[in-house]
């Protein structure tokens, strides 16, 4: 051993350091002992010390120890220039002993003579005399957690490098129920893994001192979710969420919120005065254990006290039963004496503040450790909704806050005294002030702290730490998380996401390489995703150009659409969804020359808890399960898929109640807030990017509101302004449409004060308008000068935004019930006006190339107070309505930039013979393969988005061409089939001049089609282009009457005669044909059928003898003898029909709420088959199924049939099925199941052999609301 190095271990200079060093050498060595490595008495233990006491403390403290392995000797290196000195170990040993003598001394006389007198002082405090002596242990060797420490005003990890702790709280520890909120509906690993998905790096935990003691119970755990915690104390549960932390790269920060349970509130110190338990000696000892116990984990900081209150709390005073300052000094000096690496953050008081808030007295009496550079200074701020503090109601609000911020705690960092984290801060976003505070706060923690705007942060540097008051969905201001616990509250996310930092790693304390997020990162929100896996149809955007909405090339557009109400109801989903598909009533918008649908919602139907009511599911299949919200994803994708633009507009915050919300939020409602309003505004903005949404119309008839008032409570203008920026700035390619005030009945307002963003050419105005059967207007509709009075009107109201060129236009809603010739008249005066006519005659006052005003008819329902385009049946179109419209649409409509062309999604294996088409209720037209093992394979979609419903398909005689039914748009479509795929081409559409157009029997020779209409009772001929399979404008059309009862639902081309089967009025009618149709309307020959017979289809035996008439009502089939070179049908009165007339059921079966939906002959034309369905509410598969029939011809010519077997047809709603293979294979379909069921038929008996059937429920789900197989046998 050097002389020189015992000679140095008494100068004076370093005797600190010398006891320090033994008591850490003194650890280290029973440390080795206890871990059973040998020491080497032949070799001498070596320790370099540096000669500063300051550099020694700081290095042991702060530098990893390095451990020599191969000698199993614990070193501590520590060097200062180029000045080192060897301590013999005996030497170190020895003078810790007498540092120990000389400690334990010292003590004794602190405890004599100090100790009475702060007894004596403080004697209502429980103050102890003195913090206990700890032995200071070096960290284990092994990975490294979380050492952190400061450096000016940065957090910084071991390297050097700034760190920003970003988090939330997570509240539980401290209550009673003495385990974190959630976890009687979640798992808490599942909790973590949310928070961390959200983009936090820490979680702030609070406990109590109660929570700690051993006869402390948790309560309010499912342990189904949790099994690992049954059984556990709380203190248990606390080390799995921890380790848990740790396991997933969350850093947690310990939060001593109380020291009793529940109790936080009515603490006005770290202790309890007068109580035995929780002294200062409680609060400081539970500290310790805590800090020994997690010494190596994922703990980086301590909080050592929650909410510093009131005048009682002091700072700086001396008082040692007053002065948090003081007491945080002896407790974090005790947790350092046994963990150095914790943060240790100290909160200020409460003194004309928030409650821990006011560190003031830090300027003069900083917090000083005997670990230095641990220190981070704490507060806790709110906006004025969770108490109106002084500052709030300063005139010069909100840009007052900065100086306020800096009087209590920024100066802290102005002068670089040390880091300063927020512990909590949060608002309920209850009003429009409260939004002001936060955008202010967020760009302050962000480094803005001054009013510049421009960030103070050196390069290199972080703005503030935070954890953001709570993740639970209560806490006072709500939380980060929804009642439900699993979503999220997107108002909150969007302001948080651009100031998270990155995760920070294990061991090295380094960022995990993930992308630091910029100022406007992707919303991270658990937003439920659309039900199917699909990208929503892609679209251009548009933006605006003087008074016109124009696209990408400036091309003028024109909106014009119509309402869909239903989303904003009680109901959560378009009205009418359980009479029809919502493709269905897409499609007859688009049909009827609409170009956008607008979709009214309310933020109630925006909720996780939301859930939709009445559709009828057999019809919408595909939202099944799905959330209002999703539903409403399907409808924007299927308007892409279709051509049409959608329009969001937000209706109402609760559903159903438009008519009494005045404002934009709900005064005094802690959830329906202006934060609310404008979140998710951002939320449906990052959803519906690049799909079908062309602009958010973002409240529907403003009322009591103000324009440029600059009062934040009901300035309308302001509002708008700041919601529509948030919008641009997360989705810069929506049109933001702004109605005007007054119910959204005018903008003269715009005049003086213009909405302005800062993305340009994207405000169009809108307003509503209605007639004084809707609106009494007395004034306007008695002036005499009516209806001429109107355009200077409307000039006035908002014509001069058109006229002036300010911006576009767009009327959201207008309508008359027309009940009164005055209304026609209003209506007709008003699309005149819309399409360019501003001075009320006939010479347009639009530029050239300039389109007129967009607008939206309210509504599609047939309600909405004046009733809608569509009528109460939810089918048939107000034909009086849609003509007075018809006038402004837009020719051809500019808004579609995508036709909805067929999309070629058929197999490449294409055989004619073996393949059919099925046509549907879920608009697409679907090829399908029959397999030579009865099987269906489902071979690809060969139309999408072109059809209504195309519930009946026909082949041309060749082949070549297929003929659909649009039976919800009234339409006829020619297709054709490409021979090489059997892919079909649309070659066009056309009226089918009636309602509900549901079979089409074409020509042998090509040259018509005919089309029954089952609504409005009538026959359409077309005509068809040979050349090209395109069908030529309306022919003829033939009527029966009266019209009301009339359902013409077959019409079949049979040699010489059309064949028409009308289940209303219980007749088959047959009309002699031409070259080019019906010959003459008067029929050849009627059949009138027993009442409630209800005939639908008829079928020829193959060579024409007879025919049979299959009765749905009756549930029966009729043999009708035929002439079989005419197909003239044998007349018969209702006596004879009944005669030859056979029950599809057996004897003792009940034919109640049994329906017949198809007969087919047997190729050989021995035998009938006919299927059966139940059509009560809740049908019974058993009661569906196919009955077969043996015909008997005895005498030659004369025809009777016999039930010969009844089969099952394995499904619920049998509709249509054909014989193939010559009849040796039936197949059917049954409707509501989605299945296909195929039996082999005997030819020789014609029974169906029952132990043969296939079943085949094809996954793909183009397979919905199956209607009529088309097949080329």
Same mark, same amino acid.
């Given at each position: 051993?050097?002389?020189?190095?015992?000679?140095?271990?008494?100068?004076?200079n370093?005797?600190?350091?010398?006891?320090?060093?033994?008591?850490?050498?003194?650890?280290?060595?029973?440390?080795?002992?206890?871990?059973?490595?040998?020491?080497?008495?032949?070799k001498?233990?070596?320790?370099v010390?540096?000669?500063? %006491?300051?550099? +020694?403390r700081?290095?042991?403290?702060?530098?990893?120890?390095?451990?020599?392995?191969?000698?199993?000797?614990?070193?501590?290196?520590i060097?200062?220039?180029e000045?080192?000195?060897?301590?013999?170990?005996?030497f170190?040993?020895?003078?810790?002993?007498?540092?120990?003598?000389?400690?334990?001394?010292?003590?004794?006389?602190?405890v004599?003579?100090?100790?009475?007198?702060?007894?004596?002082?403080?004697?209502? @405090?429980?103050?102890?005399?003195?913090?206990?002596?700890?032995?200071?242990?070096?960290?284990?060797?092994?990975p490294?957690?979380?050492?952190?420490?400061?450096?000016?005003?940065?957090?910084?990890?071991?390297?050097?490098?700034?760190?920003?702790l970003?988090?939330c709280?997570?509240?539980?520890?401290e209550?009673?129920?003495?385990?974190?909120q959630?976890?009687?509906?979640?798992?808490?690993?599942?909790?973590?893994d949310? +928070?961390?998905?959200?983009?936090?790096?820490?979680?702030?935990?609070?406990?109590?001192?109660?929570?700690?003691?051993?006869?402390?119970?948790?309560?309010?755990?499912?342990?189904v979710?949790?099994?690992? &915690?049954?059984g556990?104390?709380?203190?248990?549960c606390?080390d799995?969420?921890?380790?848990?932390?740790?396991s997933?790269?969350?850093?947690? #920060?310990l939060?001593r919120?109380?020291?009793?349970?529940?109790?936080?509130?009515?603490?006005?110190?770290?202790?309890? %005065?007068?109580?035995a338990?929780?002294t200062?000696?409680r609060?400081?000892?539970?500290?310790?254990?805590?800090?020994?116990?997690?010494?190596?984990s994922?703990?980086?900081g301590?909080?050592?006290w929650?909410?510093?209150?009131?005048?009682?709390?002091?700072?700086?005073?001396?008082?040692?039963?007053?002065d948090?300052?003081?007491?945080?000094?002896?407790?974090?000096?005790?947790i350092?004496?046994?963990?150095?690496?914790? &943060?240790?953050?100290?909160?200020?008081?409460?003194?004309?503040?928030?409650?821990?808030?006011?560190?003031?007295?830090?300027?003069?009496?900083?917090?000083?450790?005997?670990?230095?550079?641990?220190?981070?200074?704490?507060?806790?701020?709110?906006?004025?909704?969770?108490?109106?503090?002084?500052?709030?109601?300063?005139?010069?609000?909100?840009?007052?806050?900065?100086?306020?911020?800096?009087?209590?705690?920024?100066?802290?960092?102005?002068?670089?005294?040390?880091?300063?984290m927020?512990g909590e801060?949060?608002?309920?976003?209850?009003? @429009?002030?409260?939004?002001?505070? #936060?955008?202010?706060?967020?760009?302050?923690?962000?480094?803005?702290?001054?009013?510049?705007?421009?960030?103070?942060?050196?390069s290199?540097?972080?703005?503030?730490?935070?954890?953001?008051?709570?993740?639970?969905p209560?806490?006072?201001?709500?939380?980060?998380?929804?009642?439900?616990?699993?979503?999220?509250?997107t108002?909150?996310?969007?302001?948080?996401?651009?100031?998270l930092?990155?995760?920070?790693?294990?061991f090295?304390?380094?960022?995990?390489?993930?992308?630091?997020p910029?100022?406007?990162?992707?919303?991270?929100?658990?937003?439920?995703t659309?039900?199917?896996?699909?990208?929503?149809?892609?679209?251009?955007?548009?933006?605006?150009?003087?008074?016109?909405?124009?696209?990408?090339?400036?091309?003028?557009?024109?909106?014009?659409?119509t309402?869909?109400?239903?989303?904003e109801?009680?109901?959560?989903i378009?009205?009418?969804?359980?009479?029809?598909?919502?493709k269905?009533v897409?499609?007859?918008?688009?049909?009827?020359?609409?170009?956008?649908?607008?979709l009214?919602?309310?933020?109630?139907?925006?909720?996780?808890?939301?859930?939709?009511?009445?559709?009828?599911?057999?019809?919408?299949?595909?939202?099944?399960?799905?959330s209002?919200?999703q539903?409403?994803?399907?409808?924007?994708?299927?308007?892409g898929?279709?051509?049409?633009r959608?329009?969001?507009?937000?209706?109402?915050?609760?559903a159903?109640n438009?008519?009494?919300?005045?404002?934009?939020?709900?005064?005094?409602?802690?959830?329906?807030?202006?934060?609310?309003?404008?979140?998710d505004?951002?939320?449906?903005?990052?959803?519906?990017?690049?799909?079908?949404?062309?602009?958010?119309?973002?409240?529907?008839?403003p009322?009591? +509101?103000?324009?440029?008032?600059q009062d934040?409570?009901?300035?309308?203008?302001?509002?708008?302004?700041?919601?529509?920026n948030?919008?641009?700035?997360?989705?810069?390619?929506?049109?933001?449409?702004?109605?005007?005030t007054?119910?959204?009945?005018?903008?003269?307002?715009?005049a003086?004060?213009?909405?302005?963003?800062?993305?340009?050419?994207?405000?169009?105005y809108?307003?509503?308008?209605?007639?004084?059967?809707?609106?009494?207007?007395?004034a306007?509709f008695?002036?005499p000068t009516?209806?001429d009075?109107?355009?200077?009107?409307?000039?006035i109201?908002?014509?001069?935004?058109?006229?002036?060129?300010i911006?576009?236009?767009?009327? $959201?809603?207008?309508?008359?019930?027309?009940q009164?010739?005055?209304?026609?008249?209003?209506?007709?005066?008003?699309?005149h006006?819309?399409?360019?006519?501003?001075?009320?005659?006939?010479?347009?006052s639009?530029?050239?190339g300039?389109?007129?005003?967009?607008?939206?008819?309210?509504?599609?329902?047939?309600?909405?107070g004046?009733?809608g385009?569509?009528?109460?049946?939810?089918?048939?179109?107000?034909?009086?309505?849609?003509?007075?419209?018809?006038?402004?649409f837009?020719?051809?409509?500019?808004?579609?930039?995508?036709?909805?062309?067929?999309?070629?999604?058929?197999?490449?294996?294409?055989?004619?013979?073996?393949?059919?088409?099925?046509?549907?209720?879920?608009?697409?037209?679907?090829?399908?393969?029959?397999?030579?093992?009865?099987?269906?394979?489902?071979?690809?979609?060969?139309v999408?988005?072109?059809? $209504?419903?195309?519930?009946?398909?026909s082949?041309?005689?060749?082949?070549?061409? +297929?003929?659909?039914?649009?039976?919800?748009?009234n339409?006829?479509?020619?297709?054709?089939?490409?021979?090489? $795929?059997?892919?079909?081409?649309?070659?066009?559409?056309?009226p089918?001049?009636?309602?509900s157009?549901c079979?089409?029997?074409?020509?042998?020779?090509?040259r018509f089609?005919?089309?029954a209409?089952?609504?409005?009772?009538?026959?359409?001929?077309?005509?068809?282009?040979?050349?090209?399979?395109?069908?030529m404008?309306?022919?003829?059309?033939?009527?029966?009457?009266?019209?009301a009862?009339?359902?013409?639902?077959?019409?079949?081309?049979?040699?010489?005669?059309?064949?028409?089967?009308?289940?209303?009025?219980?007749?088959?009618?047959?009309?002699?044909?031409?070259?080019?149709?019906?010959?003459?309307?008067?029929?050849v020959?009627?059949?009138?059928?027993?009442a409630g017979?209800g005939?639908? @289809?008829?079928k020829?035996?193959?060579?024409?003898k007879?025919?049979?008439s299959?009765?749905?009502?009756?549930?029966?089939?009729?043999?009708?003898?035929?002439?079989?070179?005419?197909?003239?049908?044998?007349?018969?009165?209702?006596?004879?029909f009944a005669?030859?007339?056979? $029950?599809t059921?057996?004897?003792?079966?009940?034919?109640?709420? #049994?329906?017949?939906?198809?007969?087919v002959?047997?190729p050989?034309?021995?035998?009938?088959?006919?299927?059966?369905?139940?059509?009560?509410?809740?049908?019974?598969?058993?009661?569906?199924?196919?009955?077969?029939?043996?015909?008997?011809?005895?005498?030659?010519?004369?025809?009777?049939?016999?039930?010969?077997?009844?089969?099952?047809?394995?499904?619920?709603?049998?509709?249509?099925?054909q014989?193939?293979?010559?009849?040796?294979d039936?197949?059917?379909?049954?409707?509501?199941?989605?299945?296909f069921?195929?039996?082999?038929?005997?030819?020789?008996?014609?029974?169906?052999?029952?132990n043969?059937?296939?079943?085949?429920?094809?996954?793909?789900?183009?397979?919905?609301?199956?209607?009529?197989?088309?097949?080329?046998?």
């Amino acid at each position: 051993d050097s002389p020189d190095a015992e000679k140095s271990i008494v100068d004076e200079n370093t005797s600190m350091t010398r006891t320090e060093t033994a008591v850490n050498i003194e650890n280290l060595e029973r440390r080795e002992s206890s871990e059973n490595i040998p020491t080497s008495s032949e070799k001498s233990d070596e320790i370099v010390l540096d000669s500063t %006491p300051e550099s +020694v403390r700081r290095t042991l403290f702060e530098r990893p120890i390095d451990i020599d392995v191969e000698e199993h000797k614990p070193v501590i290196i520590i060097q200062e220039e180029e000045k080192t000195f060897l301590i013999s170990k005996k030497f170190v040993i020895i003078a810790v002993v007498i540092a120990s003598i000389l400690a334990a001394a010292l003590v004794i006389l602190l405890v004599l003579f100090v100790s009475p007198v702060l007894k004596k002082d403080n004697n209502d @405090h429980n103050i102890p005399t003195i913090a206990p002596v700890y032995k200071i242990a070096l960290p284990k060797p092994g990975p490294v957690y979380n050492i952190l420490h400061t450096q000016g005003t940065q957090i910084v990890d071991r390297r050097g490098q700034p760190i920003r702790l970003t988090g939330c709280n997570w509240y539980g520890f401290e209550t009673k129920a003495n385990i974190p909120q959630g976890l009687w509906q979640r798992s808490y690993t599942g909790v973590l893994d949310q +928070v961390k998905s959200l983009g936090f790096n820490t979680i702030r935990i609070a406990y109590s001192n109660q929570m700690l003691r051993s006869d402390a119970v948790t309560s309010g755990i499912d342990f189904v979710s949790n099994p690992n &915690l049954k059984g556990l104390t709380p203190l248990q549960c606390l080390d799995k969420i921890i380790e848990y932390c740790g396991s997933i790269n969350l850093r947690v #920060i310990l939060d001593r919120h109380s020291s009793k349970a529940d109790n936080y509130d009515n603490e006005n110190y770290w202790y309890i %005065p007068g109580d035995a338990y929780y002294t200062e000696q409680r609060f400081i000892d539970d500290w310790v254990m805590l800090a020994q116990r997690y010494q190596d984990s994922a703990i980086v900081g301590a909080d050592l006290w929650n909410d510093p209150k009131g005048q009682a709390t002091t700072w700086g005073s001396g008082n040692v039963g007053t002065d948090w300052n003081l007491a945080a000094e002896r407790v974090g000096n005790a947790i350092q004496n046994v963990n150095n690496r914790w &943060l240790m953050i100290v909160e200020g008081v409460g003194n004309a503040t928030w409650w821990g808030s006011n560190l003031m007295g830090v300027d003069t009496h900083p917090i000083r450790l005997q670990v230095p550079n641990k220190v981070v200074y704490s507060v806790h701020e709110y906006a004025n909704d969770t108490f109106t503090q002084t500052w709030f109601k300063d005139p010069n609000f909100p840009n007052n806050l900065r100086s306020v911020w800096d009087k209590f705690f920024g100066f802290i960092i102005r002068k670089n005294i040390a880091p300063v984290m927020i512990g909590e801060f949060g608002t309920t976003f209850r009003y @429009h002030s409260s939004l002001a505070w #936060i955008t202010k706060w967020m760009s302050y923690m962000d480094g803005q702290f001054t009013v510049d705007g421009v960030s103070d942060l050196k390069s290199g540097q972080y703005g503030l730490s935070f954890t953001s008051w709570p993740l639970n969905p209560y806490g006072g201001i709500g939380g980060i998380l929804n009642d439900d616990w699993l979503s999220v509250n997107t108002q909150k996310m969007y302001y948080l996401t651009p100031s998270l930092a990155p995760i920070i790693s294990n061991f090295n304390n380094t960022y995990l390489p993930t992308k630091r997020p910029t100022s406007s990162p992707t919303l991270k929100t658990a937003i439920p995703t659309p039900g199917p896996t699909f990208k929503f149809y892609p679209f251009d955007y548009f933006h605006t150009f003087g008074n016109q909405i124009v696209d990408k090339n400036n091309v003028p557009a024109r909106i014009a659409g119509t309402t869909w109400s239903g989303f904003e109801s009680t109901s959560f989903i378009p009205l009418g969804l359980w009479a029809r598909s919502y493709k269905t009533v897409i499609s007859q918008m688009k049909q009827l020359g609409f170009n956008t649908i607008k979709l009214p919602f309310s933020n109630q139907m925006l909720r996780s808890g939301s859930v939709v009511l009445g559709p009828d599911f057999t019809r919408n299949n595909d939202l099944v399960g799905l959330s209002p919200l999703q539903c409403m994803d399907m409808i924007v994708n299927y308007c892409g898929v279709v051509g049409m633009r959608v329009i969001l507009t937000r209706f109402s915050a609760l559903a159903g109640n438009s008519g009494n919300e005045m404002l934009w939020y709900v005064p005094k409602d802690n959830y329906y807030t202006h934060g609310r309003f404008v979140a998710d505004w951002v939320m449906l903005a990052d959803r519906y990017r690049n799909t079908a949404v062309i602009g958010f119309d973002l409240w529907n008839a403003p009322k009591l +509101v103000t324009w440029g008032s600059q009062d934040p409570l009901t300035d309308w203008h302001m509002a708008a302004e700041e919601v529509g920026n948030a919008i641009l700035a997360r989705n810069s390619k929506l049109l933001v449409i702004v109605e005007g005030t007054g119910w959204g009945s005018t903008l003269a307002s715009v005049a003086s004060q213009t909405v302005n963003l800062l993305v340009p050419n994207k405000v169009v105005y809108s307003l509503q308008l209605y007639s004084n059967d809707t609106v009494p207007q007395a004034a306007i509709f008695s002036d005499p000068t009516f209806p001429d009075n109107l355009p200077a009107r409307w000039d006035i109201a908002f014509g001069f935004i058109f006229k002036k060129q300010i911006a576009p236009l767009y009327i $959201s809603e207008f309508a008359a019930a027309l009940q009164n010739p005055s209304d026609t008249v209003w209506i007709e005066s008003f699309t005149h006006y819309l399409a360019g006519y501003f001075d009320g005659g006939n010479v347009s006052s639009l530029e050239e190339g300039s389109l007129g005003i967009s607008w939206t008819a309210w509504p599609i329902t047939p309600y909405g107070g004046i009733k809608g385009i569509l009528q109460t049946d939810w089918l048939s179109v107000d034909s009086a309505r849609m003509s007075l419209l018809n006038s402004t649409f837009p020719s051809p409509s500019l808004i579609s930039n995508q036709t909805g062309v067929a999309i070629p999604e058929v197999s490449t294996t294409y055989d004619p013979s073996t393949t059919f088409y099925m046509g549907s209720y879920d608009d697409i037209i679907t090829q399908w393969a029959y397999t030579s093992d009865r099987d269906i394979k489902f071979q690809g979609t060969v139309v999408s988005g072109l059809a $209504s419903a195309p519930s009946w398909l026909s082949y041309s005689a060749d082949f070549k061409y +297929v003929y659909a039914t649009l039976e919800y748009a009234n339409r006829v479509q020619a297709y054709e089939v490409n021979p090489n $795929s059997g892919a079909l081409r649309l070659i066009n559409s056309v009226p089918s001049m009636g309602g509900s157009p549901c079979f089409i029997s074409v020509d042998p020779l090509n040259r018509f089609l005919l089309v029954a209409n089952y609504f409005s009772g009538n026959m359409t001929v077309l005509r068809i282009d040979s050349a090209t399979g395109a069908l030529m404008p309306t022919q003829q059309v033939l009527s029966h009457t009266p019209a009301a009862s009339s359902h013409l639902h077959a019409a079949v081309i049979q040699n010489k005669y059309a064949t028409v089967m009308d289940k209303g009025l219980d007749t088959i009618s047959q009309y002699l044909l031409s070259d080019t149709g019906i010959a003459s309307t008067d029929p050849v020959n009627v059949i009138n059928a027993p009442a409630g017979t209800g005939s639908t @289809h008829i079928k020829f035996h193959p060579d024409g003898k007879f025919a049979i008439s299959l009765n749905a009502l009756s549930v029966s089939v009729t043999l009708i003898p035929a002439d079989p070179d005419t197909g003239l049908l044998q007349p018969m009165d209702a006596t004879t029909f009944a005669a030859n007339t056979y $029950s599809t059921l057996m004897e003792a079966e009940s034919n109640v709420d #049994i329906t017949s939906a198809e007969v087919v002959i047997s190729p050989n034309g021995n035998y009938v088959y006919a299927s059966n369905r139940d059509v009560s509410k809740n049908p019974n598969p058993s009661r569906s199924s196919i009955s077969v029939f043996a015909v008997t011809e005895d005498p030659p010519n004369s025809f009777s049939l016999t039930l010969v077997q009844k089969v099952s047809s394995l499904g619920n709603y049998p509709r249509y099925f054909q014989l193939l293979n010559g009849g040796s294979d039936l197949v059917l379909v049954n409707q509501l199941d989605n299945t296909f069921v195929s039996y082999e038929v005997n030819p020789v008996d014609g029974l169906i052999d029952t132990n043969s059937a296939v079943i085949s429920k094809p996954k793909s789900p183009a397979l919905l609301q199956p209607s009529y197989t088309l097949f080329q046998q």
